[in-house]
Nanobody
Framework: QVQLVESGGGLVQAGGSLRLSCALS????????MGWFRQSPGKEYEFVGS????????YYADSVKGRFTVSRDDAKNTVYLQMNGLKPEDTAVYYC????????????????WGQGTQVTVSS
């Protein structure tokens, strides 16, 4: 059974940085495309970034391009989201997700999800 566990969230001032980690267990990590999504209160899930197999292709939402970086370490079964230049509008619960057969920006294509980690950016 595939499980995803996020860590690294917290409270940070605007302009600061955080790095989120997501560890996958119960499956072959290198077989998954990995994505990051976020959800703010009252809003739908929003795509943040994703990375394909072997890190070959990486996608970002326009709202985070140039500030966030997605990376993966297949030896550690872990995907990362480095967030720099954080803004109050980045406040959300951040989720990592895994997709076995597609690498897309679509929520529906990801079949496995973590429990989420809260990121709060104060102004």
């Amino acid at each position: 059974q595939v499980q995803l566990v996020e860590s690294g969230g917290g409270l940070v001032q605007a302009g600061g940085s955080l790095r989120l980690s997501c560890a996958l267990s119960g499956g072959t990590f290198s077989s998954f495309a990995m994505g990051w999504f976020r959800q703010s209160p009252g809003k739908e899930y929003e795509f943040v970034g994703s990375i394909g197999w072997n890190g070959f292709r990486i996608y970002y939402a326009d709202s985070v391009k140039g500030r966030f970086t997605v990376s993966r370490d297949d030896a550690k079964n872990t995907v990362y989201l480095q967030m720099n230049g954080l803004k109050p509008e980045d406040t959300a619960v951040y989720y990592c997700a895994a997709a076995i057969s597609k690498h897309t920006m679509r929520y529906a294509d990801y079949g496995y999800w973590g429990q989420g980690t809260q990121v709060t950016v104060s102004s």
